[in-house]
């Protein structure tokens, strides 16, 4: 299907059109796919190595695919078909999963390592699409109320995710997890290719001098098409220098992302000895019902209002997350740790909304871009953030870990609220 699809007329300002409605559903069962094949995969990859380096190398191969294709789809997504894309991206994570379901035993490491890559890169590529799409499907007037449900299903959908993993793989075993985590990916590309909506902007004449600006304003007419990811980033970067700031703190953020996941399985061992699974299950249960919150909170109080969440409620969303995270290390009396849970799901639904929705004000040809920097600083971040973590619990209490980790975030973040502060009043 063309990328010039006919849009879905608009009745109101506040009003999705209702096909979005599909998309998010079908984003949503693809991330309960993705969250389900992540836990069966790790599962899988322990079990075939007989050790927990087979977990972690397939974790950091999924991430360095997640890398490289945060770098190629700025690119891809400015000169591909945006519709085409998601859905060869969720056929490439369907076929990869049959794949591996398929595989005899002896080959099974080569071939989940293998395809760690595809699902890491395709993953990613299919995300910055449609983070970029969204302005141009619902207008961007609306686009923070459409970030706002799409991030409601996700949350939603991960939970789902997680908690189910285990019982799925228990019960049908591996290779029926994995057939169902494929059907998840063809659903959501059977709802991309038949989606009515318009997924890139209008081209519109412009001035010689600004084609050039947008592009390179050093080179050549015509060789700025050449330029590789490095440099066209580092041109988003010149053009937007409040997405470096916001790419920054997101690669800080993921590193703590990564420091208290591998951290809390640690945590519950040591608090809850007896039941550390129930532990963990309460704990993001609970942080889910926050996340959930923080969507419910920007569409009902700040939307209805004309207010839309931007640099400010990113830097402090940041701030309440990655505090929140810490005291829940702290040995907190049961009530104020789920109060602290539902605090860093709050900062993390804020900071998800806030971010996607302030990228989205950029241009057309420049979103790609600072979508796949964003989305390679988050890989870098969390794969560092996984091998240091790691290593230094060996060492280390899980608070001190965690502690650190998420005490720079919280500095660059103050830091960013001041400059820009300080830029408002100028």
Same mark, same amino acid.
């Given at each position: 299907m063309p990328d010039t699809a006919q849009q879905v007329p608009h009745q109101t300002v506040d009003k999705l059109p209702r096909v979005f409605y599909r998309l998010a559903l079908g984003d949503a069962l693809s991330t309960y796919g993705s969250q389900l094949d992540?836990? $069966?995969? &790790?599962?899988?990859?322990?079990? #075939?190595?007989?050790?927990? =380096?087979?977990?972690?190398g397939y974790l950091i191969i999924r991430l360095a695919g997640g890398l490289v294709g945060g770098l190629v789809s700025g690119r891809l997504v400015a000169r591909t078909d945006r519709r085409r894309l998601m859905t060869g991206c969720a056929l490439a994570q369907a076929l990869a999963l049959v794949v591996v379901a398929l595989a005899p035993v002896p080959a099974r490491i080569p071939v989940l390592y293998s395809l760690a890559l595809v699902f890491g890169g395709a993953a990613a590529v299919c995300a910055v699409a449609l983070r970029t799409s969204i302005p141009e499907m619902v207008g961007s007037e609306r686009r923070a109320r459409a970030n706002s449900l799409m991030a409601s299903c996700r949350s939603a959908?991960?939970?789902?995710?997680?908690?189910?993993?285990?019982?799925?793989?228990?019960?049908?075993?591996?290779?029926?997890?994995?057939?169902?985590? $494929?059907? &998840?990916?063809?659903?959501?590309? #059977?709802?991309?290719?038949? =989606?009515?909506l318009r997924t890139r902007a209008e081209p519109a004449e412009q001035p010689a001098t600004?084609?050039?600006?947008?592009?390179?304003?050093?080179?050549?007419?015509?060789?700025t098409k050449r330029l590789g990811s490095r440099w066209q980033a580092l041109i988003v970067l010149r053009?937007?220098?409040?997405?470096g700031a916001m790419a920054a703190i997101r690669l800080l953020d993921a590193f703590g992302s990564a420091a208290h996941n591998i951290s809390l399985p640690v945590f519950a061992n040591q608090h809850s000895p007896g039941n550390p699974a129930a532990l963990l299950g309460m704990f993001w249960a609970t942080w889910a019902v926050g996340n959930l919150?923080?969507?419910?909170?920007?569409?009902?109080?700040?939307?209805?209002?004309?207010?839309?969440?931007?640099?400010?409620a990113f830097a402090l969303g940041t701030c309440l997350m990655s505090g929140c995270f810490i005291l829940v290390f702290t040995g907190l009396p049961t009530p104020l740790f789920l109060l602290a849970a539902i605090g860093a799901g709050l900062g993390d639904g804020f900071t998800e909304i806030s971010y996607t929705t302030r990228i989205q004000a950029l241009a057309d040809e420049r979103r790609g871009q600072a979508f796949g920097l964003l989305t390679s600083a988050e890989n870098v971040g969390m794969g560092t953030g996984m091998l240091l973590s790691g290593s230094l619990l060996a060492l280390l209490s899980p608070l001190t870990v965690v502690g650190v980790s998420h005490a720079v975030p919280i500095v660059l973040?103050?830091?960013?609220?001041?400059?820009?502060?300080?830029?408002?009043?100028?």
């Open positions: 992540l836990v $069966a995969l &790790s599962l899988f990859a322990y079990e #075939a190595a007989g050790n927990a =380096l087979g977990t972690a959908a991960m939970v789902l995710g997680f908690a189910s993993a285990g019982v799925v793989v228990a019960w049908a075993g591996f290779r029926a997890a994995l057939l169902i985590d $494929a059907s &998840s990916f063809l659903v959501f590309a #059977a709802v991309v290719l038949r =989606l009515p600004e084609a050039v600006d947008a592009t390179d304003a050093t080179g050549p007419a015509g060789g053009a937007a220098p409040v997405v919150g923080a969507q419910q909170l920007v569409s009902r109080l700040l939307l209805r209002r004309g207010i839309e969440p931007g640099e400010r973040a103050l830091g960013f609220l001041v400059v820009v502060a300080r830029s408002r009043k100028r």
